[in-house]
């Protein structure tokens, strides 16, 4: 497809890096899903929805540098939705089957109706949509969300309405002082049938190690970032070791025992193809 | 496979089926090239590999289009020394490994071949930019092109294949040039130039501006250009561009090609491999066919 006209209608100022952009179309896209945001004589990058017609982008270079200065009645083109985006097992679309950690049996009964969604930083665009979907399936939903300081907090007041909700700062400036991982200490966590996770990479390993200790790894889904070129699974770029899954049209959520065999916080690549440590 | 045979040998290489993965397709890992060869790819094509880390162009590097695809990738690649390691992981894969490589002079070829030892063979992409003067590409030059081969074929003992670009006015005249240079066969085609324009604000698209149609919609040219090949070189010719079917394999066949490679594709299926090499071998034994009874058959009919 060729990139749709999108007009910014509406800017929100979510922290003091991030912002929404609010545009006048609307796609119908599953949580996590993403679509390719072409700032026009510039670069296009991959951007969750953070809802049908919205990105919330976080100022880290270049192009999300250019998308914060837009204004309204300016516009970008989109192409998407793309990739595979959350499976809401509650819904009834999934395999049926999150039981491959060890408690599976105990909360048989209420398999895929309690879920836990872990949010560090703008992981949280992709996330909010997820957790409003859970909620409005009426699924039991808890949700963590991280970032560095108190006011880098991203949709605190939106996650807070979906669920249980807890906070944790690296800072301390407000709830659990330390990483998001020390949070989940407070909870069962061999009560959840299914976990949701989106962040920076060492903090997804870090969840996904705890859980990968408690058997519950087969349960977790994490969106992944990797370099995108062409967006929809042809040029290889964004592909991961050692499954040469593609993160753009495989991706970018993949579930927790694929990702502990692989790469996940080891190394990613660059737009060269060459390996960038962590 | 209680179907019918379709292992070839194509330039002294075994293949298990002549339907090969495409240079820049799902080719920048080992891993990404095993898996394809898992999907029952007969060959893969690494992604082209030049002398030094290249970013490519910026996004948007790639749109589909109603008729095909349109891509100026512009040969991201994190040079030979660092794609060593890649290529034998893509070894693992179990089918022959051929290494495509792109440079703008004869030394530069050699360097990188040298650097990329252990491929099955070697695929020089002639398609990139001169390097004295702008706006024209080494492959649209027969003497460079004969140059460059004739190095490539100094340097290394294993097959080395041409790809040829379309984007010139006789691809024959190159193809010569290739056979010339001691080529062991020729690849043809690669994209075509092109160009989208973005209506809603007037920009072209893709970041470089212009880049390379491939897809469906070059299909009819790839076959042209395939058909004049076959009928005037003595080495085979693999065809590639716009397939995404058995049928489309068999037309390629038919126009001369003795394999094929598949790019674009992938996009609709990655499992397209064993889907053609099964339609493939089906349509063959209906037939009461072998794979050398249609490679060219096209040019059999005219000439009765
Ligand atoms: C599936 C997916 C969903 C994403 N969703 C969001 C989101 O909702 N909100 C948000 O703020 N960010 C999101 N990102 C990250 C976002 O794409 C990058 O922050 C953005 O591309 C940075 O571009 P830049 O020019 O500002 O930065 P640059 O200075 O160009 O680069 C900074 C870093 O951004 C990353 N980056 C740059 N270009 C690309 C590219 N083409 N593809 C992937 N990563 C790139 C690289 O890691 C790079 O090191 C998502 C990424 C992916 C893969
Ligand atoms: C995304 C993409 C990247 C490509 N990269 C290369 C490359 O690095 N080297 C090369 O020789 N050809 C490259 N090509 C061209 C293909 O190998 C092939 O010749 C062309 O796409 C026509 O085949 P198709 O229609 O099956 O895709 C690329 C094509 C695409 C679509
Ligand atoms: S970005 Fe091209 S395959 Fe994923």
């Known amino acids: ?278 | 496979m209680s179907s019918t045979d379709l292992s070839i040998e194509l330039t002294g290489l075994g293949l298990e089926n002549p339907i090969i993965l495409a240079a820049g397709v799902l080719g920048t890992t080992g891993t990404s090239l095993k898996r394809m060869a898992g999907e029952g790819a007969g060959a893969v094509v690494t992604k082209s590999i030049g002398s030094e880390p290249k970013e490519g162009h910026p996004n948007p590097t790639m749109l589909k289009l109603d008729c095909g695809f349109l891509n100026a990738m512009g040969l991201p690649n994190p040079s030979y020394k660092d794609f060593r390691k890649e290529l034998s992981i893509a070894s693992e894969g179990g089918v022959p490994v051929i290494a495509s490589v792109f440079g703008a002079h004869p030394d530069e070829f050699q360097e990188i071949i040298l650097g990329l030892e252990g491929a099955s063979a070697y695929e020089l992409n002639v398609s990139c930019p001169h390097a004295s003067g702008y706006g024209t590409v080494v492959g649209t030059d027969p003497v460079l092109v004969e140059e460059i081969t004739r190095a490539a074929k100094r340097t290394t003992d294993v097959p080395v294949w041409v790809k040829l670009t379309p984007n010139v006015t006789d691809i024959v005249e190159i193809g010569e040039a290739a056979s010339r240079g001691g080529a062991d066969a020729v690849v043809a085609i690669n994209t075509v130039r092109s160009m989208a324009i973005d209506i809603h604000s007037g920009y072209p698209i893709l970041g470089n501006l212009y880049g390379g149609l491939s897809g469906p919609a070059v299909r009819p040219v790839a076959v042209k250009c395939v058909y004049d090949l076959y009928k005037a070189l003595d080495i085979p010719v693999i065809g590639v561009g716009g397939i995404g079917s058995w049928q489309d394999a068999v037309e390629m066949m038919m126009a001369g090609a003795s394999a094929v490679q598949v790019g674009s594709a992938v996009y609709d299926n990655v499992n397209i491999f064993s889907e053609i090499t099964s339609g493939l071998s089906a349509y063959l034994k209906a037939n009461d066919h072998c794979l050398d009874d249609i490679t060219g058959l096209a040019h059999r009919k005219v000439e009765q």
């Open chain 1, 1 to 278: 497809m060729r990139p749709v006209n999108a007009e910014i209608t509406e800017i929100i100022r979510e922290t003091p890096t991030i912002i929404t952009l609010r545009t006048d179309i609307e796609l119908d896209a599953a949580p996590g899903q993403f679509v390719m945001v072409w700032v026009r004589g510039l670069d296009e990058i991959p951007m969750a929805l953070s809802h049908p017609g919205s990105i919330t982008v976080q100022r880290v270079g270049e192009a999300t540098e250019a998308l914060s200065r837009l204004e309204v009645g300016d516009s970008i083109g989109i192409r998407g939705p793309f990739g595979n985006g959350f499976e809401v097992k509650g819904e009834g679309r999934g395999d049926g089957d999150g039981g491959g950690g060890g408690n599976g049996e105990e909360y048989g009964d209420e398999k895929g109706n309690k879920i836990m969604v872990i949010a560090g930083g703008v992981g949280g665009a992709p996330l909010l949509p997820l957790a409003q979907q859970a909620q409005s399936l009426g699924l039991d939903v808890t949700i963590l969300i991280g970032a560095r300081t108190a006011d880098e907090l991203l949709f605190e007041e939106y996650f807070s309405k979906c669920g249980a909700f807890s906070v944790a700062t690296d800072d301390g400036s407000k709830g659990h002082h330390g990483f998001i991982t020390g949070a989940m200490d407070q909870f069962n966590l061999a009560g959840f049938d299914q976990f949701y996770i989106c962040g920076p990479e060492l903090m997804m390993k870090s969840v996904l190690d705890i859980l990968q200790a408690a058997g519950l790894e087969a349960m977790a889904q994490l969106s992944l970032h990797r370099y995108f070129k062409c967006g929809i699974g042809v040029c290889g770029a964004c592909t991961i070791d050692p499954s040469g899954l593609r993160v753009c049209r495989d991706g970018p959520v993949f579930s927790g025992d694929l990702l502990i065999k692989s790469e996940l916080g080891k190394y990613h690549r660059d737009a060269t193809g060459k390996k960038i440590m962590f």
